[in-house]
Protein backbone atom coordinates (compact mmCIF):
# COMPACT_ATOMS: atom_id res chain seq x y z
CA UNK A 1 0.00 0.00 0.00
CA UNK A 2 1.02 3.66 -1.13
CA UNK A 3 1.37 5.92 1.65
CA UNK A 4 1.40 9.82 1.51
CA UNK A 5 2.47 11.90 4.12
CA UNK A 6 0.26 15.21 3.07
CA UNK A 7 -1.22 18.20 4.60
CA UNK A 8 -4.60 19.26 3.50
CA UNK A 9 -4.01 22.86 2.59
CA UNK A 10 -0.48 22.28 1.35
CA UNK A 11 -0.70 22.70 -3.13
CA UNK A 12 2.20 20.26 -3.65
CA UNK A 13 0.74 17.49 -1.57
CA UNK A 14 -2.87 18.53 -3.56
CA UNK A 15 -1.02 17.45 -6.67
CA UNK A 16 0.14 14.56 -5.41
CA UNK A 17 -3.84 13.54 -4.55
CA UNK A 18 -4.73 14.78 -7.60
CA UNK A 19 -2.65 12.29 -9.26
CA UNK A 20 -3.30 9.74 -6.99
CA UNK A 21 -7.27 9.81 -7.89
CA UNK A 22 -6.46 10.13 -11.63
CA UNK A 23 -4.70 6.90 -11.72
CA UNK A 24 -7.12 5.45 -9.23
CA UNK A 25 -4.30 3.91 -7.16
CA UNK A 26 -5.30 3.58 -3.16
CA UNK A 27 -2.91 4.49 -0.69
CA UNK A 28 -2.70 5.86 3.29
CA UNK A 29 -3.05 8.98 3.96
CA UNK A 30 -1.24 10.24 7.17
CA UNK A 31 -1.54 14.03 7.93
CA UNK A 32 0.90 16.24 8.99
CA UNK A 33 -0.16 18.96 10.63
CA UNK A 34 2.39 22.23 9.33
CA UNK A 35 0.79 24.48 12.07
CA UNK A 36 0.00 22.41 15.14
CA UNK A 37 2.96 22.08 17.90
CA UNK A 38 5.37 24.55 15.94
CA UNK A 39 5.14 22.27 13.38
CA UNK A 40 5.02 17.89 12.61
CA UNK A 41 6.92 18.33 9.68
CA UNK A 42 9.63 18.85 11.98
CA UNK A 43 9.43 16.34 14.40
CA UNK A 44 12.71 13.67 14.31
CA UNK A 45 10.12 10.60 13.13
CA UNK A 46 9.46 12.86 9.90
CA UNK A 47 12.77 14.24 9.28
CA UNK A 48 13.94 10.81 8.81
CA UNK A 49 11.99 10.26 6.00
CA UNK A 50 12.19 13.80 4.15
CA UNK A 51 15.10 16.47 5.71
CA UNK A 52 13.71 18.93 3.97
CA UNK A 53 10.78 18.77 6.59
CA UNK A 54 8.68 19.68 3.51
CA UNK A 55 5.01 17.65 1.85
CA UNK A 56 4.44 15.48 0.79
CA UNK A 57 6.21 12.23 0.99
CA UNK A 58 5.34 9.14 -0.91
CA UNK A 59 6.53 5.92 0.57
CA UNK A 60 5.76 3.66 -2.57
CA UNK A 61 4.75 -0.10 -2.01
CA UNK A 62 8.11 -1.49 -2.07
CA UNK A 63 9.25 0.95 0.61
CA UNK A 64 10.86 3.81 -1.70
CA UNK A 65 10.78 7.34 -0.24
CA UNK A 66 9.92 9.80 -2.60
CA UNK A 67 10.04 13.41 -1.98
CA UNK A 68 8.79 16.89 -3.90
CA UNK A 69 5.44 16.39 -5.27
CA UNK A 70 6.32 16.62 -9.16
CA UNK A 71 9.29 13.88 -8.51
CA UNK A 72 6.34 11.75 -6.77
CA UNK A 73 4.07 12.50 -10.31
CA UNK A 74 6.95 11.70 -12.63
CA UNK A 75 7.50 8.25 -10.44
CA UNK A 76 3.74 7.60 -10.48
CA UNK A 77 3.75 8.25 -14.12
CA UNK A 78 6.53 5.99 -15.30
CA UNK A 79 4.96 3.12 -12.40
CA UNK A 80 1.22 3.90 -13.59
CA UNK A 81 1.30 5.19 -16.90
CA UNK A 82 -2.82 5.14 -17.51
CA UNK A 83 -4.37 7.56 -17.54
CA UNK A 84 -1.37 9.44 -18.99
CA UNK A 85 -0.76 13.60 -16.72
CA UNK A 86 1.09 14.12 -20.10
CA UNK A 87 0.41 14.35 -23.97
CA UNK A 88 2.59 11.79 -26.38
CA UNK A 89 4.13 14.41 -28.54
CA UNK A 90 7.67 15.81 -27.08
CA UNK A 91 6.98 19.20 -27.83
CA UNK A 92 3.19 18.66 -26.35
CA UNK A 93 4.90 17.40 -22.87
CA UNK A 94 7.28 20.53 -23.07
CA UNK A 95 4.40 22.71 -23.38
CA UNK A 96 2.52 20.66 -20.25
CA UNK A 97 5.27 20.74 -18.38
CA UNK A 98 6.11 24.69 -18.80
CA UNK A 99 2.74 25.78 -17.82
CA UNK A 100 3.54 23.58 -14.75
CA UNK A 101 7.08 25.05 -13.57
CA UNK A 102 5.56 28.40 -14.21
CA UNK A 103 3.24 27.43 -11.09
CA UNK A 104 5.60 25.14 -9.44
CA UNK A 105 8.99 26.88 -10.02
CA UNK A 106 7.97 30.88 -9.98
CA UNK A 107 4.85 31.57 -8.07
CA UNK A 108 4.30 28.60 -5.29
CA UNK A 109 8.05 28.48 -4.11
CA UNK A 110 7.98 32.46 -3.26
CA UNK A 111 4.17 32.25 -1.24
CA UNK A 112 5.19 29.09 0.47
CA UNK A 113 4.16 28.51 4.45
CA UNK A 114 7.85 28.91 5.38
CA UNK A 115 8.08 31.88 3.16
CA UNK A 116 5.39 33.77 4.40
CA UNK A 117 6.20 32.60 7.91
CA UNK A 118 9.72 34.20 8.02
CA UNK A 119 8.08 37.41 6.49
CA UNK A 120 6.23 37.56 9.40
CA UNK A 121 8.19 36.30 12.22
CA UNK A 122 11.77 37.11 11.16
CA UNK A 123 11.50 40.09 8.81
CA UNK A 124 9.00 41.56 10.87
CA UNK A 125 6.66 42.09 8.22
CA UNK A 126 2.86 43.62 8.76
CA UNK A 127 0.22 41.99 7.61
CA UNK A 128 -1.18 43.90 4.77
CA UNK A 129 2.59 43.19 3.37
CA UNK A 130 2.83 40.12 3.84
CA UNK A 131 -0.59 39.88 1.52
CA UNK A 132 0.94 42.43 -1.13
CA UNK A 133 3.99 40.10 -1.46
CA UNK A 134 1.71 37.17 -1.54
CA UNK A 135 -0.72 38.72 -4.38
CA UNK A 136 2.32 40.48 -6.41
CA UNK A 137 3.68 36.94 -7.68
CA UNK A 138 0.52 35.23 -7.95
CA UNK A 139 -1.08 38.07 -10.38
CA UNK A 140 2.51 38.31 -11.92
CA UNK A 141 2.73 34.32 -12.57
CA UNK A 142 -1.16 34.20 -13.28
CA UNK A 143 -1.07 36.80 -16.02
CA UNK A 144 1.60 35.45 -18.46
CA UNK A 145 -0.26 31.63 -17.41
CA UNK A 146 -3.04 33.69 -18.69
CA UNK A 147 -2.52 35.76 -21.66
CA UNK A 148 -0.55 31.95 -22.86
CA UNK A 149 -3.61 29.89 -22.46
CA UNK A 150 -5.80 32.23 -23.52
CA UNK A 151 -3.79 32.98 -27.02
CA UNK A 152 -2.62 29.08 -27.45
CA UNK A 153 -5.06 26.89 -30.20
CA UNK A 154 -3.84 24.09 -27.63
CA UNK A 155 -5.69 25.09 -24.74
CA UNK A 156 -9.10 23.61 -24.42
CA UNK A 157 -11.66 22.85 -22.03
CA UNK A 158 -8.38 22.43 -19.59
CA UNK A 159 -5.31 23.32 -20.39
CA UNK A 160 -4.36 21.18 -23.05
CA UNK A 161 -7.13 20.00 -24.91
CA UNK A 162 -10.20 18.10 -23.68
CA UNK A 163 -8.07 15.56 -21.07
CA UNK A 164 -6.12 17.34 -17.69
CA UNK A 165 -2.83 17.41 -17.30
CA UNK A 166 0.07 18.35 -15.26
CA UNK A 167 -0.51 21.74 -16.06
CA UNK A 168 -4.02 21.31 -14.70
CA UNK A 169 -2.93 19.07 -11.76
CA UNK A 170 -0.38 21.92 -10.71
CA UNK A 171 -2.96 25.04 -11.38
CA UNK A 172 -5.84 23.98 -9.84
CA UNK A 173 -4.16 23.89 -6.22
CA UNK A 174 -2.57 27.61 -7.13
CA UNK A 175 -5.94 29.26 -7.55
CA UNK A 176 -7.35 27.07 -4.28
CA UNK A 177 -4.80 28.84 -2.41
CA UNK A 178 -5.12 32.38 -4.33
CA UNK A 179 -8.85 32.69 -3.21
CA UNK A 180 -7.88 31.60 0.07
CA UNK A 181 -6.04 34.59 0.27
CA UNK A 182 -8.36 36.77 -1.12
CA UNK A 183 -7.55 37.67 -5.29
CA UNK A 184 -9.91 37.76 -7.15
CA UNK A 185 -9.80 36.06 -10.66
CA UNK A 186 -11.70 38.11 -12.64
CA UNK A 187 -8.11 39.40 -14.80
CA UNK A 188 -8.22 35.68 -15.12
CA UNK A 189 -10.88 34.54 -17.24
CA UNK A 190 -9.33 31.15 -18.52
CA UNK A 191 -7.90 30.39 -15.71
CA UNK A 192 -10.90 30.54 -13.38
CA UNK A 193 -12.87 28.64 -16.80
CA UNK A 194 -10.43 25.83 -16.75
CA UNK A 195 -10.66 25.63 -12.95
CA UNK A 196 -14.14 25.27 -13.07
CA UNK A 197 -14.00 22.37 -15.39
CA UNK A 198 -11.19 20.45 -13.91
CA UNK A 199 -12.66 20.90 -10.37
CA UNK A 200 -15.87 19.66 -11.51
CA UNK A 201 -13.84 16.27 -12.36
CA UNK A 202 -14.31 13.56 -9.75
CA UNK A 203 -10.51 12.84 -9.35
CA UNK A 204 -9.98 16.38 -8.59
CA UNK A 205 -12.63 16.56 -6.34
CA UNK A 206 -11.71 13.87 -4.22
CA UNK A 207 -8.32 15.27 -3.35
CA UNK A 208 -9.49 18.92 -2.53
CA UNK A 209 -8.30 20.11 0.62
CA UNK A 210 -11.52 20.18 2.58
CA UNK A 211 -12.39 16.87 1.91
CA UNK A 212 -8.93 15.54 3.37
CA UNK A 213 -8.91 13.25 6.90
CA UNK A 214 -6.25 16.18 8.32
CA UNK A 215 -9.20 18.59 7.45
CA UNK A 216 -10.37 20.83 9.87
Known amino acids: MIKLYSYFRSSASYRVRIVLAMKSLPYEYIGIHLLKGGGEQF ?34 EETHPNPSVLPVAAADRAYVRSIALQIACEIHPLNNLRVLSYLKDVVNAAEDTKSAWYAHWVKLGFDAIEATLASDPR ?6 GEHPTLADICLVPQVFNAKRMGIALDAYPTIARINDAACA ?8 PSRQPDAF
Do not use: H, W
Not at 155 to 160: I, K, L, N, P, V
Open 155 to 160: TGTFCF
Open 201 to 208: LEAFSKAE
Open 43 to 76: SPEYRKLNPSALTPTLVASDGAVITQSLAIIDYL
